[in-house]
């Protein structure tokens, strides 16, 4: 019997953190095949070009596509997104593949959905019907509205789904991949984790704070300002802090502008940066923070899983089902350095199961072995 061809798209370091053990439970399942595409920020050099850690653990990669257009404006994203659905279209066309399956919200990712549907592609998805901030939310809906198969993170993701008329059986309630990951970690830090970036020197047995700052699309133009609120913050806690770089969105040069000058107008020692991590580097990094800091929604699932303190600065996650870990602020200087404060002060956090228990990567690749394949989509309340 040939088996089910199933190809993944990877669009950036966050989705192979997440998509990383669905795709090693794809490989171990004898009735389907992995197919890999990685496209987005994943093949880029200035990005450290996540797709090397893809191939160095040990998968296949079938396709690398260059989809982004330099700029990081309104204009580029959407013309990044146009180019990319042709370029998605034209290795489907090669590749042949049975399902294609999406993580999230990411513009690229609804260019693959785009491509895939119109190409009479059946498309299954992780992590829709969750409720956000930015473009993204209206990415994540539209996605949904061309997948064929769902495979939310929580339950009341899940009644969204259906409620935006999914079929019920369609609808696979698994939880969030990355748990996988998380609850069976070693979460005992490499002594040179920190060994790559620029700034200052931070130990893997210091205290320290973990920043991610993405800008929000909807409010481009205000990133500048959000962003030297909260590195003002941060220079006056001083304490030693790993800041990865933002995602390439609209508005995230001028985030990078903005760090790269307070670091080099000021004495910021207390400040690295760096591009990215192993999917279970980056979870050690967040469990053995002692608070993280910014706009991830990595902040919110995966921490979860480690009762890492978190504070959730701005709108981009607004709306997020968030565990008491989690403490929303807004990106003012004097309410960042408050809430910092505060979490630092409580310690860690009973990790929560609200995104699950560690099992949803079995549970969707043995779906994909099984499910009935169809085309044809109509609203379930018809």
Not at 84 to 96: D, G, H, P, T
Not at 210 to 238: C, N, R, S, W
Not at 258 to 283: D, G, S
Request: glycine residues 8%.
């Amino acid at each position: 019997m040939n088996k089910r061809k199933i190809a993944v798209i990877l669009v950036d370091r966050a989705n192979y953190g997440r998509l990383k053990p669905v795709m090693e439970a794809v490989k171990r399942n004898d009735d389907l095949a992995l197919q890999v595409v990685c496209a987005g920020t994943m093949v880029l050099e200035r990005f450290g070009a996540p797709v090397n850690i893809v191939r160095t653990d040990g998968f296949d990669v079938s396709s690398e596509i260059y989809i982004e257009l330099e700029g990081s404006t309104p204009l580029t994203m959407a013309k990044s997104l146009g180019f990319a659905v042709i370029e998605f279209a034209s290795e489907f066309q090669r590749l042949r593949p049975d399902i294609v399956l999406i993580i999230g919200d990411r513009y690229e990712a609804l260019a693959a959905a785009l491509a895939a549907s119109y190409m009479n592609i059946c498309i299954a998805h992780i992590q829709g019907g969750e409720v956000s901030g930015s473009i993204d939310e209206s990415a994540r809906h539209a996605i949904t509205k061309l997948a064929h198969f769902h495979f939310p993170s929580t339950r009341k993701a899940a009644e969204h789904l259906k409620s935006m008329g999914e079929r019920p059986e369609t609808v696979f309630f698994v939880g969030c991949p990355s748990g996988d990951i998380a609850l069976k970690l070693n979460k005992e830090l490499p002594f040179d984790i920190f060994a790559r970036g620029v700034g200052g020197e931070i130990a893997a047995t210091d205290k320290y704070l973990l920043v991610v700052f993405h800008p929000v699309t909807t409010e481009y133009g205000m990133e500048k300002d959000e962003t030297l609120q909260l590195i003002t913050a941060l220079g006056e806690i001083k304490m030693p802090t790993v800041w990865l770089w933002p995602n390439i969105d609209a508005g995230s040069d001028h985030v990078s502008k903005v760090i790269r000058a307070f670091r080099e107008q000021r004495e910021a020692k207390w400040l690295r940066l760096i591009k990215n991590f192993t999917p279970e580097n980056y979870l050690k990094v967040l469990a053995n923070a002692s608070c993280a800091i910014g706009n991830s929604s990595s902040f919110v699932r995966d921490s979860s899983f480690l009762g890492t303190p978190v504070v959730l600065v701005g709108d981009r996650q607004g709306g997020r089902e968030v565990a008491e870990n989690v403490l929303p602020v807004a990106p003012e200087r004097t309410l960042i350095f408050e809430a910092v404060k505060k979490q630092l002060g409580k310690g860690g956090f009973t990790p929560s199961s609200l995104y699950g228990d560690g099992t949803a990567s079995g549970k969707i690749a043995a779906a994909l072995s099984q499910v009935v394949l169809y085309i044809q989509k109509r609203l379930a309340y018809l």
